[in-house]
């Protein structure tokens, strides 16, 4: 689908341009579906892979089915990872990763969800409505990859305070999975906290600082890539312009491998 929504916009088209002009080794999603009926029942983290000519790739359902119709939480008999060597798995959303760089294991965390929602506005025939949204169960995916590097994708609840606890527990998650270099670890994805100083903390850097949200517009930040070992100097960065694909801009950095 178009951000904002346009039905005469040929999503395929628009992906794989946006993909292409990205041109990454590993790509973190948010909001990704698998194999739900709104997004015409397509597995678009598989769907990203293939423009990619990635061989890895993995999704993780933060809740089974859709969020626009009655959903549940994944329990014990649903896939809580489904990876390119594995069968169809149940139809959810939630995240997902791409890599070109060969994954040696995937890992999960389950966050739970807010029990209170917020009011959030969105464009209904070309007016932004606001709508009360409940919140739903999070996650983050890892990928831990051949060269040494740990990175984890996520989206985080629009609920403050419960986003930034979900944070912390991220941030301690990632220094348990093995990797001893700390500046081979990244955590990316929408925080959905608008507050840099507040997402770093006292021992991660903000890699990127831009607005990145609404991409029409961008008014906030709240999408990251963070690290313990690098710093803004030690990457390059790109911010990549509305282009109709996303209602966050995407924003991308380059690590320099030493020679």
Same mark, same amino acid.
């Given at each position: 689908?178009?951000?904002? @929504?346009? =039905?005469?916009?040929?999503?395929?088209?628009?992906?794989?341009?946006?993909?292409?002009?990205?041109?990454?080794?590993?790509?973190?999603?948010?909001?990704?579906?698998?194999?739900?009926?709104? %997004?015409?029942?397509?597995?678009? /983290?598989?769907?990203?892979?293939?423009?990619?000519?990635?061989?890895?790739?993995?999704? /993780?359902?933060?809740?089974?089915?859709?969020?626009?119709?009655?959903? #549940?939480?994944?329990?014990?008999?649903?896939?809580?990872?489904?990876?390119?060597?594995?069968?169809? !798995?149940?139809?959810?959303?939630?995240?997902?990763?791409?890599?070109?760089?060969?994954? /040696?294991?995937?890992? #999960?965390?389950?966050?739970?969800? %807010?029990?209170?929602?917020?009011?959030?506005?969105?464009?209904?025939?070309?007016?932004? *409505?606001?709508?009360?949204?409940?919140?739903? @169960?999070?996650?983050?995916?890892?990928?831990?990859?051949?060269?040494?590097?740990?990175?984890?994708?996520?989206?985080? &609840?629009?609920?403050?305070?419960?986003?930034?606890?979900?944070?912390? *527990?991220?941030?301690?998650?990632?220094?348990?999975?093995?990797? *001893?270099?700390? =500046?081979?670890?990244?955590?990316?994805?929408?925080?959905?906290?608008?507050?840099?100083?507040?997402?770093?903390?006292?021992?991660?850097?903000?890699?990127? &600082?831009?607005? /990145?949200?609404?991409?029409?517009? @961008?008014?906030?930040?709240?999408?990251?890539?963070? =690290?313990?070992?690098?710093?803004?100097?030690?990457?390059?960065? &790109?911010?990549?312009?509305?282009?109709?694909? %996303?209602?966050?801009? !995407?924003?991308?950095?380059?690590?320099?491998? @030493?020679?």
């Amino acid at each position: 689908m178009a951000m904002p @929504p346009d =039905s005469a916009v040929d999503a395929e088209a628009l992906l794989a341009a946006e993909i292409k002009e990205l041109n990454s080794q590993i790509i973190g999603l948010q909001e990704v579906d698998y194999f739900l009926g709104r %997004s015409n029942n397509h597995n678009q /983290t598989a769907n990203v892979a293939a423009v990619m000519n990635a061989t890895d790739w993995a999704f /993780t359902p933060s809740l089974m089915g859709s969020p626009d119709d009655d959903w #549940r939480n994944p329990n014990s008999d649903d896939a809580k990872i489904v990876t390119n060597n594995d069968p169809e !798995a149940a139809p959810g959303y939630g995240i997902g990763m791409v890599s070109t760089i060969p994954v /040696t294991s995937w890992h #999960r965390l389950d966050l739970t969800g %807010s029990p209170v929602g917020v009011f959030m506005a969105f464009p209904v025939d070309g007016k932004m *409505k606001k709508f009360y949204v409940r919140d739903h @169960p999070r996650s983050a995916l890892a990928a831990q990859l051949n060269n040494g590097w740990l990175v984890i994708n996520t989206h985080l &609840s629009f609920v403050p305070i419960f986003n930034l606890l979900q944070l912390i *527990k991220i941030k301690r998650w990632a220094n348990k999975l093995g990797v *001893k270099d700390k =500046s081979k670890i990244l955590i990316m994805g929408d925080l959905n906290i608008p507050f840099s100083r507040i997402v770093r903390g006292f021992t991660w850097r903000s890699l990127v &600082s831009v607005k /990145t949200f609404p991409s029409w517009q @961008p008014k906030v930040q709240i999408d990251y890539f963070l =690290s313990q070992g690098l710093s803004q100097t030690d990457v390059q960065t &790109s911010v990549h312009a509305h282009a109709g694909m %996303s209602d966050h801009l !995407a924003i991308q950095i380059e690590v320099a491998t @030493p020679k």
